[in-house]
């Protein structure tokens, strides 16, 4: 009788034993998951971040070219006003009556 319950307490802790390697398997396996899901979300935070920052750069360029291209579309403007002014002065002094 003795025997046979020590041969049932033994299975039992054989089984107890398995449940618990599967368990500590799955542990594993979840926290391997985890750990990769969070090292890739680490990753795209880092590349986010690079994007962001040359998201930035790119838009002070912009803003840089937009002030360059109002200096010069100023410039040029001026500089079709004062050579309108030059060709009237050149028209006024080649013939002045034709003017009014």
Avoid: W
């Amino acid at each position: 009788m003795q025997l046979d319950a020590m041969k049932k307490l033994e299975t039992r802790v054989a089984e107890l034993c398995r449940e618990n390697e599967l368990l500590c398997q799955t542990v594993k396996s979840e926290h391997s998951d985890k750990c990769k899901a969070l090292d890739d979300l680490t990753k795209e935070q880092t590349r986010h971040e690079q994007i962001r920052v040359q998201l930035n750069a790119t838009q002070a360029d912009l803003r840089f070219y937009e002030s360059t291209l109002e200096d010069v579309k100023h410039k040029l403007l001026s500089g079709q006003t004062r050579e309108s002014e030059l060709i009237r002065e050149q028209v006024k002094r080649a013939s002045p009556c034709c003017l009014s």
